[in-house]
């Protein structure tokens, strides 16, 4: 075999453009395939980095979970040892003697850790004391903002720290693994002292759930109980838990269900590309085998085994095969993380995607299975040829140029199929594109740009400030050269909040079934909202920065709300109330606008009210999040926003911060996704 690889080696060197031919030609398709199968081992294959991960479920139902219902599916659960309930994506400022900087994590029962099964770095976690009324308020964070924030000062146990203006102690810090849901958690705050609203309201449907499964328990077991616990609840409380269906999902499959389809669909039409290039090395070798065709005849009239032509022969495939192996691993090497950001930015677990020994190993048996399968293919045609027939001078009728041609012909055929495979892979996909490009949005976003504004609660607690600090920075907006319409909403379009906030409804004039509440979905906006995205008023008028809290309660609906409640009639100068938010007032509606699509593509436009900001009432208890909406004129960049005039913050809305960057002191922009 030494001796077989040597002389291989100088034959390759004697033929460079062949050599590179082959070599070039596998590293492409191993390099390719390596970088894809980081994608799929990092994001599907990979288990999570807990205990006994695979006991750990997502607990989804419509409507997500209160904490209520949370503590009597605790109870009444065996199937699950643990039970937590927790809020993501909570925004936070972090005050110091600087800018304040915004923060993104979690509000969470103390048992979320226990769930986990992961302990803090240093100090401890947070336990059932500090999830009390009235517990002082203390926080654990990441070991990331540890680092960056605090230079991983050993001390950092029981420094106080303002938190949107209220000071919180530190007492622990976590490791990475502890933000195993991948949204860059900076801290975990307990639900009792940062949302002690959501204590005891059955109805304030906000947090998600997750649990660790008992031994012996599956996820089966634990869906037939807590189906039928939200059965009794039902029964019990129907006007808060009527057709709430809970379906226990294992974590893994919640984090990558929605792109394991994707992943492997991509994994095999590149591992297609690698077939292609076998397919072509194997053809190059054929035609080098042909070559050597009475040298190998030759050889064997003098006595040469088979086993030592065949090594010979698959000498060369597997030469050229690692060389292309280990260059197609640095081009993985490099090109894995152009994947990574090439990828959309909600990609789950993206962080733990790279180069490791498990797909080096992948990649290094890919080069080797190539060099076998390809080396194999000349060295079976050598062999199966009579020594006699090859050294004879041939001619046209001859057995071994029909048996060269059906070689060729076979080859050809098997590249020009995969070849096919591809190309119609690649033609499907080009029409998925472009029917998302067609779906109609029920707005216009080009020239569209958004920036996500989020005011600390300890300064704007009070409606009438957070009123002034919006309006504030819209008319800023505004005055803008080249903008022609600025405004504000809660439940942008293709966002994740975009379906706005629930809210049961009394309608006037429409009688519901028994048992039944209207609803819909409500997205209080502040000016000229439907000009910033060019929404369609069907009927009536838009809403305007005049109406505000002295004015004439108004609102606007949606086409699929009057189709629902209202069908057939005229919905300008109907009525309608917010039951679920201790609502008696009355608004009028004076619009109807065109469905939009709300989170995603795929989401059709619910019951949609939008309510002036201004007169938003009850809604202030909540997050107070909006986004600035303006439109670009043609010629100026996002970073400039718009006539190319630097965006900075209003004097009168100052703490406004970028929720995305915690950029303080410009507000950041990006066009609205397509």
């Known amino acids: 075999m030494w001796r077989s690889t040597q002389q291989a080696w100088r034959r390759l060197a004697r033929r460079p453009a062949f050599t590179s031919a082959g070599i070039l030609t596998l ?29 750990l479920v997502f607990i989804t139902r419509s409507g997500d979970v209160s904490i209520p219902d949370g503590a009597d599916w605790r109870a009444a659960a065996p199937s699950l040892t643990s039970l937590a309930l927790f809020l993501r994506d909570w925004s936070v400022d972090l005050m110091g003697p600087g800018e304040p900087v915004r923060l993104s994590g979690y509000v969470v029962e103390p048992e979320y850790f226990r769930v986990l099964g992961v302990g803090p770095l240093i100090g401890r976690a947070l336990e059932d004391a500090d999830n009390r009324p009235g517990a002082a308020r203390v926080t654990v964070i990441s070991a990331a903002l540890w680092r960056d924030s605090f230079a991983a000062d050993p001390a950092i146990l029981g420094r106080v720290v303002r938190l949107s203006d209220h000071p919180t102690t530190i007492v622990g810090v976590m490791p990475a693994r502890a933000d195993i849901l991948g949204d860059r958690a900076a801290f975990w705050l307990p639900v009792a002292t940062e949302t002690p609203w959501a204590l005891n309201e059955r109805g304030t449907n906000n947090f998600d759930a997750m649990g660790r499964l008992a031994p012996g328990m599956t996820v089966a077991n634990a869906e037939t109980e807590l189906r039928a ?366 469905d939009t699509k709300t989170a995603d593509l795929s989401d059709d436009d619910t019951r949609a009210v939008y309510l002036p900001y201004a007169q938003r009432g009850p809604v202030a208890a909540l997050r107070h999040l909006a986004a600035a909406h303006f439109r670009r004129p043609r010629g100026s960049s996002p970073r400039h926003g718009a006539g190319g005039v630097e965006r900075r913050p209003h004097a009168d809305a100052g703490e406004c911060r970028d929720a995305r960057h915690a950029s303080p002191a410009v507000v950041s922009a990006a066009s609205l996704p397509r």
């Open 27 to 55: 590293a492409l398709g191993i390099g390719a395939t390596t970088a894809t199968f980081s994608l799929v081992h990092g994001i599907l294959l990979r288990a999570l980095p807990v205990p006994q991960p695979e006991r």
């Open 229 to 594: 616990i939200c059965e009794r609840l039902e029964r019990e409380y129907p006007l808060t838990n009527r057709g709430k269906i809970v379906r226990p999902l294992p974590l893994l499959d919640f984090l990558v269900g929605g792109v394991r389809r994707g992943l492997w669909v991509l994994f095999g039409g590149v591992a297609l590309v690698v077939l292609i290039a076998c397919t072509n090395l194997a053809g190059l070798l054929l035609a080098r085998a042909a070559t050597r065709r009475r040298e190998m005849a030759l050889r064997a009239a003098l006595g040469a085994g088979r086993a030592e032509l065949a090594i010979d022969m698959l000498s060369e495939g597997l030469l050229l095969a690692l060389a292309g192996g280990a260059l197609g691993i640095a081009l993985a090497t490099v090109g894995g993380p152009l994947l990574t950001r090439l990828a959309p930015a909600d990609l789950p677990r993206a962080a733990n995607v790279g180069i490791d020994w498990v797909v080096l190993a992948f990649g290094s048996g890919m080069a080797l299975l190539c060099g076998v399968v390809c080396g194999l293919a000349p060295a079976w045609r050598a062999l199966r040829t009579p020594p006699a027939a090859a050294l004879q001078e041939g001619g046209r009728g001859s057995v071994t140029a029909s048996d060269r041609r059906r070689t060729r012909d076979l080859v050809v055929a098997a590249e020009v199929a995969i070849a096919f495979i591809l190309l119609f892979g690649a033609q499907q996909l080009i029409r998925s594109f472009l029917n998302l490009s067609a779906v109609p949005l029920g707005f216009d976003p080009r020239g569209v740009l958004t920036a996500e504004l989020v005011l600390p609660e300890a300064r704007y607690s009070d409606r009438e400030a957070q009123t002034r600090a919006f309006r504030g920075v819209i008319e800023a907006l505004g005055s803008i050269p080249g903008v022609e319409a600025a405004s504000s909403v809660i439940g942008a379009p293709l966002r994740p909040s975009g379906r706005g906030i629930g809210a049961w409804l009394e309608i006037d004039g429409y009688l519901p079934a028994e048992g039944a509440r209207p609803s819909a979905r409500v997205r209080p906006a502040m000016g000229d909202y439907f000009r910033t995205i060019r929404a369609p008023i069907r009927q009536g008028r838009p809403l305007a920065m005049s109406d505000d809290e002295r004015a004439e309660l108004v609102v606007v609906v949606n086409e699929r709300f009057v189709a629902t409640y209202w069908p057939g009639q005229a919905a300008v100068g109907k009525r309608l109330r917010f039951k679920g938010w201790d609502d008696e007032r009355w608004f009028t509606v004076v619009g109807v606008v065109a």
